[in-house]
């Protein structure tokens, strides 16, 4: 991941940008100095060097005189260069095979003073040199020097040569203190461009925490706004940070005229459904009576009409069940006020299950109350909603597990919470249809409970009574123990009212 600059973050790029740009003109701005303090040196050794030659040349008169026979056994010294010099003079009766030295030294700055050696003085009179000043390397203790051949009017061949070493130990003097202020300068450009990109950034990060803040927000349902936005300070949209800023906050506004709109329609449905299942209750009343009425009718009536009548009265009481569940649903979504009275929940499964045990005598029904009910602490809530739910666990229980099936009805406290237990050894819930248990409408067996007149509202009613008593349901299923949790809080830590949930 280091090594790939595309997932680096923005502050290492404009930081490793910013620090290799510096390098990279440091190093050009370096060279060219050294190269320019190079040459420039170089020149003036040169010049000392032509100075020289003339001299000895006879050419015009020179500013120094370097070694000529009136000073044959003293070693002047070369102006400027600490006094190093290299002199060779080669009598006029040398030829390439036999060398006759006139004048072999050289002197250092330090005072010190050597000669050349057979070998060196050989590669000097081969060398194609000229008047015009050339390098010689002669390796060892005498390193590099400037040599120029000047042939001398009485026939000798001069060779003069200034060393190359100071020029070197200046370079490199140079080089360094170049090296070393560069080092200074990237410790400072580096520190002061992460102080610099951190601060500049910054306000890009309160953007980003904004959106982060919105995202968290539970925008699902229900009448939702996002009150975040990001600071005035920071939409200014003549700066980059700011058209972010700007856009962002111009989105959340968007967003929250889309919210309200869901809202509303989302409010229209529910009241279509509250009136439509409102408006049906009285003609399915009126037909489950008539039905009622021509049952009883005296006069003989074909075995056939009274099946139809018998089926009409049924589905129309399923039918009743169904409004009334959508209304219900329809009322808990609106968040309509449920009543708050203090409900003794063990009175509830007692009786319930008392009733299931009558309806279905086929099923082991099992109380699991606690010892002390006189101390048992009673709910706050809406007793018929709460009853209802006990009844949806219980008959969920019996119509959804074959005939012999145990089915426990348990009741404890838990800190601040009542829990309220359905348990069955039953067959189980499907896993892959637990996810959708508490959507309405839903059935993981289907074409087993549609004839038996199921509608798969049952656990959505269970979930939102629930809810809006402020509680929570559970489910854990195997083959062998289905086990419904329900969960309510005994101080209602808010007014009873699902608009918050809704
Ligand atoms: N104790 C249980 N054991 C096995 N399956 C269950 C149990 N409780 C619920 N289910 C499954 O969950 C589904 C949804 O239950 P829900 O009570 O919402 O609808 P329903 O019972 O089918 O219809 P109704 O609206 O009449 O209650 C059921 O159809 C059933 O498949
Ligand atoms: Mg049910």
Redesign the pocket.
Known sequence: MILNPARWTLRSKLLASIVTLFILVLTLIGAATVLSMRTSLMKQVDQQLIDVERAVGGGPAGTTELGGPADKDSHPRAPGLGGSVLRLTLDASSTPHSLVVDQNYVSSATGTQLTLSQAQIRSLATADLGTTPKTMDFDGSLGRYRVVRVPKPDGDIAFIGLPLAPIDDNIRALAGNIALMGLLGLVTIGGASFLLVRRNLRPLQQVAATAERVSELPLGRGDVRTDERVPVALTDDHTEVGTVGLALNNLLDHVDSALDARHESEMQVRQFVADASHELRTPLASIRGYAELSRREKEPVPVGVTHALGRIESEAGRMTTLVE?LLLLARLDAGRELEREPVDLTRVVVETVSDLHAAGPEHVWHLDLPEDLEDFPEVIGDEARLRQVVI??L???R???PAGTTVTAGLARRDDDVLLT?T?D????PPE?MPH??ERF?????AR?RTE????????I?DAVVAAHHGTVRVE?RPGR?C?TVSLPLEDPRPSSQEDRS
């Open positions: 569940d949806n666990l008959a969920n229980a119509r959804h597990t359905v069955d039953g067959p189980g819930i249809f248990l508490f839903t059935r993981g067996d289907a409970t007149g199921s509608t798969g509202l049952g656990l959505s269970v299923s289905t419904f």
